[in-house]
Nanobody
């Protein structure tokens, strides 16, 4: 089994910053990409908006709404992904979910695994 555990959410004022962390653990043969999605209040699950993604080779993608404000990074040795969020806006309020594109041991396929989510609230 593979488990993803997020941390770092909370309440922040507009213009402030937060850093999210997510560690993947378990029966991991290879990690091909990690990233973050979010679900705003009132949205039905799924779909979630893809916020940022980073491949094992370091290639990054960002949603247009967060470009220039959010930065994704990884610690590949520890299967950990980070999301540095700066200049936060009220519309960034959402539950943020970590995900990872992983090939488990004893399996030839890759799967997207999701964490339980962490709440980020941007409000004065």
């Amino acid at each position: 089994q593979v488990h993803l555990v997020e941390s770092g959410g909370g309440l922040v004022q507009p213009g402030g910053s937060l850093r999210l962390s997510c560690a993947a653990s378990g029966s991991i043969f290879a990690t091909y990409a990690m990233g973050w999605g979010r679900q705003a209040p009132g949205q039905r699950a799924p779909p979630r908006e893809l916020v940022a993604r980073i491949t094992s080779g370091g290639h990054t993608n960002y949603a247009d709404s967060v470009k220039g404000r959010f930065t994704i990074s990884t610690d590949n040795a520890n299967n950990t992904v980070y999301l540095q969020m700066n200049s936060l806006k009220p519309e960034d309020t959402a539950v943020y979910y970590c995900y990872a594109d992983i090939q488990p041991y004893s399996d030839y396929s890759r799967y997207d695994y999701w964490g339980q989510g962490t709440q980020v609230t941007v409000s004065s």
